[in-house]
Nanobody, 121 residues
Framework: QVHLVESGGGLVQAGGSLRLSCAVS??????????MGWYRQAPGKQRELVAT???????DYQDSVKGRFTISRDNAKNTVYLQMNSLKPEDTAVYYC?????????????WGQGTLVTVSS
């Protein structure tokens, strides 16, 4: 069973930075070619994928975060990171990491608890 633990969120002023981390257990994602992603869910909105990193470190971003967010992975540590710079109030959300596509266990998607990012104006 995959287990995901996100951390690093907090309250920051607009223009500030945060670095999120996600520890992944239950799968050796480097060996299985697993792409990983960061998702976010803002209040009243659906969860959305904002950044993806492949096993070969190819990255892809949602237009709204391009040039501000950087996703990376440390395969030796089974950890995924999201460096967020120039944060905006509209980046406020609970951030989750997961596989791309998402991990499934016992017939349902597996999610961690997420980490809350709040950006004040």
């Amino acid at each position: 069973q995959v287990h995901l633990v996100e951390s690093g969120g907090g309250l920051v002023q607009a223009g500030g930075s945060l670095r999120l981390s996600c520890a992944v257990s239950g799968i050796i994602f480097s060996g299985q070619g697993q792409a990983m992603g960061w998702y976010r869910q803002a209040p009243g909105k659906q969860r959305e994928l904002v950044a993806t990193v492949s096993r070969g470190d190819r990255t892809d971003y949602q237009d709204s975060v391009k040039g501000r967010f950087t996703i990376s992975r440390d395969n030796a540590k089974n950890t995924v990171y999201l460096q967020m710079n120039s944060l905006k109030p509209e980046d406020t959300a609970v951030y989750y990491c997961n596989g791309v596509p998402t991990f499934v266990g016992r017939g349902r998607e597996v999610w961690g608890q997420g980490t809350l990012v709040t950006v004040s104006s």
